[in-house]
């Protein structure tokens, strides 16, 4: 859609309402459809539209459609009290975002001090969304992210049910753009985090540090939930996933 790859929306909006309007006069950095770009703005709007079009928010969506049918019953946004000591602590405050608002976020208040642990690292996410958030905020333990990953191996059905249809997980995982499919990077184009992986695998990389990818040709699942905000932002995360998803590539064999 040619947006920004981010910014800091809270400094001016407070509300997903607000957001929306956020979103729309922000300049877009890119005429629709000639460049990939992955933007939170993109994928904030996503979630807005989701919830537009269904009346429900997608925690709600996501808990009805996906975590409840594959039993991930520690998957979710905005984790209860019994589920924080499974979370990992983040950032101490959001001192990464807050050296990058320039002067607005010297003035702006509400900023985070203490460790952020059991809530979403994300600022726009924190701030404006309550946490739900179509880019940020949800938590998953490895065991559970493995029973999703498997789910679209075995082409959207899980325990004798076609919870998705074939047709859409191959269209999700199909090029729609340079080196994506719906939601999802595609091996093929070359990204670093795919290394040593077969060009039909497909995956995704966090912020904080974590990654997933699916590679349907060997039936293998690579999950790295490392933490690369705990205590403070550090660089370097790129070539850890990078090494860490061609080990693993390497130690599972050649395809075939």
Do not use: K
């Given at each position: 859609?040619?947006?920004?790859?981010?910014?800091?929306?809270?400094?001016?909006?407070?509300?997903?309402?607000?957001y929306l309007v956020a979103i729309a006069q922000t300049e877009l950095v890119a005429p629709?459809?000639?460049?990939?770009?992955?933007?939170?703005?993109?994928?904030?709007?996503?979630?807005?539209?989701v919830r537009s079009l269904t009346g429900h928010d997608i925690a709600t969506l996501a808990?009805?459609?996906?975590?409840?049918?594959?039993?991930?019953?520690?998957?979710?946004?905005?984790?209860?009290?019994?589920?924080?000591?499974?979370?990992?602590?983040?950032?101490?405050?959001?001192?990464?975002?807050?050296?990058?608002?320039?002067?607005?976020?010297?003035?702006?208040?509400?900023?985070?001090?203490?460790?952020?642990?059991?809530?979403?690292?994300?600022?726009?996410?924190?701030?404006?969304?309550?946490?739900?958030?179509?880019?940020?905020?949800?938590?998953?333990?490895?065991?559970?992210?493995?029973?999703?990953?498997?789910?679209?191996?075995?082409?959207?059905?899980?325990?004798?049910?076609?919870?998705?249809?074939?047709?859409?997980?191959?269209?999700?995982?199909?090029?729609?753009?340079?080196?994506?499919?719906?939601?999802?990077?595609?091996?093929?184009?070359?990204?670093?985090?795919?290394?040593?992986?077969?060009?039909?695998?497909?995956?995704?990389?966090?912020?904080?540090?974590?990654?997933?990818?699916?590679?349907?040709?060997?039936?293998?699942?690579?999950?790295?939930?490392?933490?690369?905000v705990h205590p403070v932002v550090r660089d370097g995360i790129e070539a850890v996933r990078?090494?860490?998803?061609?080990?693993?590539?390497?130690?599972?064999?050649?395809?075939?």
């Open positions: 859609m040619g947006s920004p790859p981010g910014l800091p929306l809270y400094l001016r909006a407070h509300s997903p309402d607000e629709p459809g000639t460049q990939v770009i992955y933007s939170d703005l993109g994928f904030i709007l996503l979630g807005e539209i808990r009805r459609e996906v975590f409840a049918p594959l039993s991930m019953r520690a998957t979710c946004f905005r984790p209860p009290p019994d589920l924080r000591p499974r979370s990992a602590a983040t950032e101490r405050g959001n001192a990464f975002e807050r050296s990058r608002a320039g002067p607005p976020g010297a003035r702006y208040t509400p900023w985070r001090e203490a460790v952020i642990w059991g809530e979403v690292h994300d600022g726009n996410a924190f701030y404006g969304l309550e946490g739900i958030a179509g880019h940020a905020g949800l938590f998953a333990p490895a065991d559970e992210l493995a029973r999703f990953a498997q789910f679209w191996l075995d082409h959207g059905r899980w325990e004798g049910r076609q919870l998705l249809p074939s047709s859409l997980v191959s269209e999700a995982t199909r090029p729609q753009a340079p080196g994506r499919g719906l939601g999802w990077m595609l091996a093929f184009s070359g990204t670093a985090a795919a290394r040593g992986l077969h060009p039909t695998a497909y995956g995704h990389t966090g912020f904080t540090g974590t990654s997933l990818w699916i590679d349907p040709e060997r039936e293998l699942v690579i999950i790295l939930l490392a933490n690369r990078a090494a860490f998803t061609e080990a693993v590539a390497r130690a599972a064999g050649e395809v075939g």
